[in-house]
């Protein structure tokens, strides 16, 4: 009876076994039909001309055409082939669609993005271009479109394997979806209505000097912070709960987590061969696909060759023949929260400073995968949308009887950042980059522009225009009924922050503080960057003559400048106390871990632990300070700030008041808190990385977290789409790898650069870059993931806009001509009809 059991138990093993190889083979089989051709030939009706796209060895797309439609109906194509499900994902963020393919999961999402209503702007804004800007968003959509007939019609796997697992209807793509993925893109590159809410939160619970130390604002801009309860009547702790992180599909970025970078150039009289240089590094979020694609294009201006982002018909970082240019996050206050305060008579209307007046109101039906539809409200103020709870943390500082509103310079149907995206890849000169700049609306970038003569580094986007007068200056939520508070129009582009050609010959931007102008023309209060920029200027200044070698090590950076400013004033009454301590125990630890940071140069290497060390100890003595000041909200402050640490530890207009437990009876010091952080920190180390201190490297817990943003959460997919990497570098070193600082991967790196680029104006075709994954969002293709390698090492590949490179090392061609419904061409299948 054993026996037979037994054999029966082997048969249905072997039978499951069977099975499971035979499902992963036709799901190998299926995936495997939507790997493009890169070899291949087809006529097409709406193509505007012969299209030829030779694909370089990381299939980088170099699109050829007589014509700038065609050329742009071939990017058009080839984003489709490469990254149509990340396409039709970033569409569907826009639109607030998500949870028909999701289910419940992004019911919050859809229903933020159709309060914000910005798929409809997006229509309005494409409606309002010229129509020169609309023939060439249209030339980009036909291409996109041809693609996605050629899968309907050759029956090419659905064109990405993901659409085998949800719906794989694609609606042809339109002008508005291109304008609506930039604003998407906008969103994620802001939390200025995040900061306001935080800070309205910590105000309600401290003191404004102790808000000035937790949310220390750049040296120099500290301006007394205003009464947000007493001005609102908001009750002191009304806000107890630490919001939810928002959903990874959500454009809504956390305070610390929207868009941040570097980029930097050096004039003539600064580069050893003469000419002059430019680097640029744009940092989000780490996904896999990455989300940039490289693509060379062959205009009639001239070639022009860098990143995009798939959806959006422009380089939107790179070189043309003659002028190169990167992007920053200029961190410009281009979101006001307002409280609006309710018609106690009638909640359908609001108070304004002329009376109470109704809502702009509809209602909206999301449809919702295995759940029924949810009719949700939406209103509109005089200001901007009402913000739906949970987002943005608004709700938990809104008093009763009112409602918070948004007001944001990307809500504006004249927007014309697309034209100025357009018009830079042609420029000739860094004179007529810095003219289209001023058209250029949001989301607010700085742009680090060079030629072979001149750099220059100009803030782009519209400045909002408040009042001297106005109640929070934009750094807390303001009143919405009183009319001092309305923004009045927008600043003259004209004096948005730059410099041009500047004695030094260099200009930099990490993010930093660009101007020391007051209030109203401040810019901002609050900026990415106060750590990195020390470490580039030291750079940059630290010899005469630089070259695309210089630029290149300035880019890949791992020395931490925080590490080096924090160390001597937290360790300096630990390192040399010389106190006895037996093997084995947390005194020999701390013994150990001391003496080997106090040797340490700050360089955040993979191979080393002194990183790990630094970074636990310092993350675990930002938690000990703030837990008992503030609660459920400490959880907001996970990943340390090196401004507050050297606030406190410098007391700082009394900040040393952190280090002082309110709970206990004793009085703690500061060397206190640090001493029982280290060994908090070490325990932590010890308990994940073994006890033996020489044994731990930062690179192990710095892993880079490439993951898939639909799939990379679920068992064995993920670990087949999901690209993780060990990687140096921290939060404030210029190779920068932001850190998550909370869960049960702390120290996973989230958030870095996407994209580098070095040109060297001397010899343009030795510029080089790189990006964070590869070409190809299927996970199938070898390129999906053979960039990833080289991002790690810090290594690049060509950018030459000489076609015979890239005929050199050509991994196909793909020729489109235009044509009846005829046969394809080369081999190919049958050719679409037209759209």
Known sequence: MTRTIFNWLLRALALATLLALAAAGLAYYLASHSLPDYDASYRLDDAPGEIEIVRDNYAVPHIFADNDAAVLFGLGFVHAQDRLWQMALSRRVAQGRLSELFGERTVEVDHLMRALDIYDIARRTADAQTDEVKAQLQAYADGVNAYIDLVRRDALGRGAPEFFLFEPEIAPWTPADSIAVMKAMGLRLTDKAAKEALRAALSLRLEPERVADILPEAPGAVVALPDYAGSLSVPRWQSAAAPAEPNPLSPERPVGLAGASNAFAAMPGRAAAGASLLATDPHLGLSAPGPMYLARLELQAGGVIGATIPGIPSILMGRNENVAWGLTSSYLDDQDIYIERLDPENPDRYETPEGMRPFRTRESVIQIDGAPPRTVPLRWTRHGPVIPAPHFSAAQITPRGHVAALAWTGFETDDRSIEAALGIMRAGSVDEVLELAEIYHAPSQNIVVADAETVALRAMGRAPRRLPEHDSQGRIPAAGWVARNDWQGYMDPADNPGATNPEGGIVVNTNNRTTDAPFPAHWSFDWG?????????????????????????????????????????????????????????????????????????????????????????????????????????????????????????????????????????????????????????????SESYGDRIDSWRWGAAHTAEHKHEVLGDVPLLGWLVNIRQETPGGDTTLRRGQTRGRGPTPYANVHASVFRAVVDFADPESSVFITSTGQSGHVLSRHYDDQALLWRRGEYISMALDPAVARGGAVGITRLRPGGAGGGLGGAGPSPAPQ
């Open 529 to 685: 960057d106060t750590q990195r920029i020390q470490r580039a200027e030291r750079l940059l200044n630290s010899r005469e003559f630089h070259t695309l070698d210089s630029f290149i090590e300035i880019q890949n950076d791992t020395i931490s400048p925080a590490a080096r400013n924090l160390l001597p004033l937290i360790a300096r009454n630990l390192w040399y106390q010389g106190e006895p301590a037996a093997q084995n125990t947390v005194g020999r630890q701390r013994q150990i871990a001391l003496e080997a940071l106090a040797k340490w140069n700050g360089e955040m290497s993979q191979h080393s632990f002194e990183p790990l060390v630094f970074t636990a100890w310092v993350r675990a003595l930002q938690r000990r300070l703030v837990i008992d000041e503030l609660g459920p909200l400490a959880d907001r402050f996970a990943r340390p700030d090196p401004l507050f640490l050297e606030r406190v530890y410098r007391d700082v207009d009394g900040a040393a008041a952190w280090c002082d437990i309110r709970q206990s009876d004793t009085v703690e010091t500061c060397q206190d808190m640090a001493r029982l952080a280290l060994d908090s920190a070490l325990l932590e180390l």
